[in-house]
């Protein structure tokens, strides 16, 4: 829908042809089929060829493609499904997964579902176009082939949940795939490091090919500092349950997470739920365990991850795929109009506030840069970085050790050290923003929370300035404050600037602290930096 931002790299037409060609001739006469009763589930190869077949017949939305390789060398299909699909535009994007656990077959029969809902509805039905072309839409059917074509070999179930790939050390097959991501990998509650369980979490996070080619999937979505991917499910079985983050603690709102998401990831769980007639709960809920998916998404990416169990029992056979995947429909859909704006479910307050140009409650990495000329002169330790930072005191406190928002903010010299100039600013020092492109409307503004605090000492060759970097590299003073002799305890404030006159344009934005003499003392700290909606 909006500008093109850059080319994907994609399978071209004539590469997604000889992929398919070759699929062919690599598959066996007769792949390995389901159990007699479930001949409904699609193996690895039914899988395969179908997704082929349906991109091949909607090549203007479907980009077909592979995330990596499984342990035995199977591809990790995916595609991607949008308007415009070949250009990376500047659109919410979505994803989903099925099966991490291959005896859980249910997935891939849903992640199918949802492509054919797409590409069926795109031209006819209006709230699919609509959603077609407004999101980009990526899906990894089958995330475990290895286990799932092990769970049904030789015409019967295996009940196998691993992937299949060896342990050093081990004669034990198989690493529990969401134990294996590396967001608080570790031991707890329902993970084990025991090669022989059935939770196994590997020997090292990301160890699995598997966990390795989503991870590079994610971070491939980072565009100009920023993940893509706002939403996203994990389809597993079973129980009916919409589960939300975290699963490592039974807090409901730990440091890694803020207020706002914890309202907004439970507000949408809970709608989601409504609509399928799961259970609504925090994934720890069920029980505690690390290394998952939707923990690694929304720890690392803040993507307002969630995982579906389906399914109320083992079936007797495929005569439920189409009501228990159906009976799914409203919640992707919902999920995937939400992803524009999440926090929009909070309220009108919070959907102006957090789902303009540019939001950073600064908990993530998004892309800022400290010393973007090379000209600061502050020493390493005293200069700008994301952390949380340590309360310092002199005369009052000074730097705070709480954040507006989570856990942490843009800070000069995080640490406290032995004595209150120990990581002092000493210099100067400034961080620059990804590129944001400010749509052309007026009444934009640029909203900060910050601490600008100092000694007695202070003098006017103390500041801190915020500044728009304009497209032609035009720089503008728009918030500035200096120093004086007075001591200034640090206190939390909030500054709102017009965007008017950068409207339609890609800026950057720039803070920059000065501390003018090596005798004093200057704090400063920043967090929640936004440019609101258009009012
Ligand atoms: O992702 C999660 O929230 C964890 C639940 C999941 C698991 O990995 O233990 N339940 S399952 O194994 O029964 N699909
Ligand atoms: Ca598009
Ligand atoms: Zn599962
Ligand atoms: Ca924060």
């Known amino acids: 829908m909006r500008p093109s931002r850059r080319a994907l790299p ?20 007769r792949g390995t089929e389901f159990p007699k009763g479930w001949e409904g589930y699609h193996s690895y190869t039914e899988l395969t060829t179908e997704i082929a077949q349906v991109a091949a017949a909607h090549p203007d939305i479907v980009k077909l493609f592979s995330i990596g390789q499984s342990y035995k060398g199977r591809q990790l299909w995916a595609v991607k499904v949008s308007d415009n699909v070949g250009v990376d535009e500047n659109e919410p994007e979505v994803l989903f997964d099925g099966s991490h656990h291959s005896d859980e077959h249910m997935g891939v029969e849903m992640t199918l579902h949802i492509f054919h809902w797409l ?28 286990g799932a074509e092990y769970d049904i070999h030789g015409g019967r179930y295996w009940f196998w949940r691993k992937n299949r790939q060896a342990t050093p050390g081990s004669t034990a097959i198989g690493t529990d795939l969401n134990r294996n991501y590396g967001y608080r990998w570790g031991l707890g509650g329902r993970t084990s490091s025991n090669p022989l369980a059935i939770t196994y979490h590997g020997p090292r996070p990301f160890s699995a090919p598997e966990t390795r080619a989503m991870r590079d999937f994610l971070a491939s979505r980072v565009v100009d500092g920023r993940q893509q991917i706002r ?49 609504p709960e925090q994934a720890s809920d069920l029980y505690i365990t690390r290394g998952t998916t939707k923990d690694y998404e929304y720890g690392t990416y803040r993507i307002f991850a969630y995982t579906f ?33 999440p926090y929009a479910v909070l309220g009108a307050a919070l959907r102006i506030a957090r789902c303009g140009a540019f939001d950073d409650d600064l908990e993530v990495a998004r892309g800022w840069t400290v010393n973007p000329d ?24 000074k730097q705070l050790g709480t954040a507006t928002s989570g856990r ?7 640490r406290a050290g ?9 210099g100067s020092s400034t961080v620059r923003s990804a590129a944001i492109d400010l749509p052309a409307t007026s009444g934009q503004h640029l909203t900060f929370r910050y601490v600008f605090a100092h000694d007695a000492a202070s003098t006017s060759a103390d500041t801190f300035k915020a500044v728009v970097e304009a497209q032609d590299g035009t720089r503008t003073e728009v918030f500035g404050l200096t120093g004086k002799p007075v001591d200034t305890d640090g206190r939390w404030r909030s500054a709102s600037i017009s965007m008017d006159p950068w409207a339609g344009q890609t800026v950057h934005l720039r803070f920059e602290a000065v501390d003018g003499g090596p005798g004093n003392l200057v704090e400063v700290e920043i967090d929640d930096v936004r440019i609101t909606q258009p009012s």
């Open 10 to 29: 994609r399978l071209s037409v004539a590469l997604a042809v000889l992929l398919m060609a070759g699929l062919g001739a690599a598959a066996p006469a």
């Open 119 to 146: 590409v069926d509805g795109y031209g006819t039905d209006p709230r699919i176009t609509n959603i077609v072309n407004t999101r980009e839409i990526y899906i990894v059917f089958l995330v475990n082939p290895d």
């Open 231 to 279: 939403a996203a499910i994990s389809f597993h079985e079973l129980g009916r349950l919409v589960m939300w983050p975290y699963g490592y603690t039974l807090t409901d709102i730990p440091a890694d997470m803020t207020a706002d998401d914890h309202a907004a990831l439970a507000r949408i769980g809970r709608h989601m739920a409504t609509t399928n007639g799961y259970r």
């Open 309 to 341: 169990e389906m399914s109320i029992k083992d079936y007797p056979d495929d005569s439920k795929i189409a009501s228990e995947t159906g009976r799914n429909r409203e919640a992707v859909l919902y999920l995937m109009e939400r992803a524009g704006c």
């Open 374 to 397: 090379g000209t600061d002169t502050a020493p390493a330790a005293g200069r700008f970085a994301r952390a949380d930072p340590a309360p310092t005191s002199r005369f009052g406190s």
């Open 408 to 414: 942490d903010v843009l800070v000069t010299g995080s």
């Open 418 to 426: 032995a004595k209150p100039t120990a990581s002092d600013l000493d």
